[in-house]
């Protein structure tokens, strides 16, 4: 299987503050990396697939990078709805898995 | 509008049996994969199976396979996930969501069931 690690579990930032979150593939799976977010008592949402495409209507400040093993999902300007918890997951070899998470908060 | 609406929480006992379902409406329910989500209590997310509504074949992940059934009746674009013997470690939410083809990704998803097994 391939394990998705995502750092940090955890964080805290205030409105404004730039954020990255990472997330390290067990092998590489060229850029089939998707990236979710899920708000409190809410379903998931897709927010980036193909590892750095901006699923439609997802604001601009979201944008996500990487290929291979190493990926990331940068917030350039954390904002007060962008409270939530953000999952990576990889689509290219079955059983499809996800990170961690990294639960969000702010300040 | 694409959509997926879940049944309502469910509370169970060990040992029963549960179906919960996923109702898919505004594109054709056939020719897209739909498949099932875990998360458990303070947990990541869990991919468990999914199924192609047109022809029925499925996919499980090992860690689920026996363990739950998937099923699909494109007659009235609804999914499927079932239980025969519930344990108190099935307590969990569960997703649908949809996977198309391109982009390869879950979109979009349910609402999530809540399912509760306690004696």
């Known amino acids: 299987d391939i394990q998705l690690t995502q750092s940090p579990s955890f964080l805290s930032a205030s409105v404004g503050d730039r954020v990255t979150i990472a997330c390290r593939a067990s092998?590489?799976?060229?850029?089939?990396l998707v990236w979710y977010q899920r708000k409190p008592g809410k379903a998931p949402k897709l927010l980036v697939y193909g590892a750095s495409t901006l699923e439609t209507g997802v604001p601009p400040r979201f944008s996500g990078s990487g290929s291979g093993t190493e990926f990331t999902l940068t917030i350039s300007s954390l904002q007060p709805e962008d409270l939530a918890t953000y999952y990576c997951?990889?689509?290219?070899?079955?059983?499809?898995?996800f990170g961690g998470g990294t639960k969000v908060e702010i300040k | 509008e694409v959509q997926l609406v879940q049944s309502g929480a469910e509370v169970k006992k060990p040992g029963e049996s549960l179906k919960i379902s996923c109702k898919a409406s505004g594109y054709n329910f056939a020719t897209y994969w739909i498949g099932w989500v875990r998360q458990m209590p303070g947990e990541s997310l869990e991919w468990m199976a999914l199924?192609?509504?047109?022809?029925?074949?499925?996919k499980y992940n090992p860690s689920f396979q026996g363990q739950v059934t998937i099923s699909a009746d494109k007659s009235i674009s609804t999914a499927y996930l079932q239980w025969s013997s519930l344990k108190a470690s099935d307590t969990a939410m569960y997703y649908c969501?949809?996977?198309?083809?391109?982009?390869?990704?879950?979109?979009?998803w349910g609402q999530g069931t809540l399912v509760t097994v306690s004696s």
């Open positions: 092998q590489g799976i060229n850029n089939y």
């Open positions: 199924i192609y509504p047109a022809d029925s074949e499925t």
């Open positions: 969501a949809r996977r198309p083809v391109a982009p390869d990704c879950f979109d979009p």
């Open positions: 997951q990889q689509v290219t070899d079955f059983p499809l898995t």
